[in-house]
Nanobody
Framework: QVQLVESGGGLVQPGGSLRLACAAS????????MGWYRQAPGKQRELVAD???????NYADSVKGRFTISNDNAKYTVALQMNSLKPEDTAVYYC????????????WGQGTQVTVSS
């Protein structure tokens, strides 16, 4: 089993920045994909960004150039730096992790609320 704990959500004004962090513990995979998803009220959960243990990144078009995902293999952590935040970024953000190549078994964190509002 893998446990994920997220932190760093909150309320920020449009144009502001937030940094989310996620720490994994338990039976960690040597080769993995860790990512951030978000779910706004009334909408489906969507990928924000993910990163492999080798450092390959993938971003949703809506966040490219504004968000940066990074990881620390030694600590099994992943961070999401969010800049130039917009009201439409408001959502619950979830961290997840899966073994590289295995899309069937995915572990999720509890989620952290990000609200962008003036």
């Amino acid at each position: 089993q893998v446990q994920l704990v997220e932190s760093g959500g909150g309320l920020v004004q449009p144009g502001g920045s937030l940094r989310l962090a996620c720490a994994a513990s338990g039976s960690i995979f040597r080769l993995y994909v860790m990512g951030w998803y978000r779910q706004a009220p009334g909408k489906q959960r969507e990928l924000v960004a993910d990163i492999t243990s080798g450092g390959r990144t993938n971003y949703a078009d809506s966040v490219k150039g504004r968000f940066t995902i990074s990881n620390d293999n030694a600590k099994y952590t992943v961070a999401l730096q969010m800049n130039s935040l917009k009201p439409e970024d408001t959502a619950v953000y979830y961290c997840n992790v899966r073994r590289l190549g295995d899309r069937a078994n995915v572990y999720w964190g509890q989620g952290t609320q990000v609200t962008v509002s003036s």
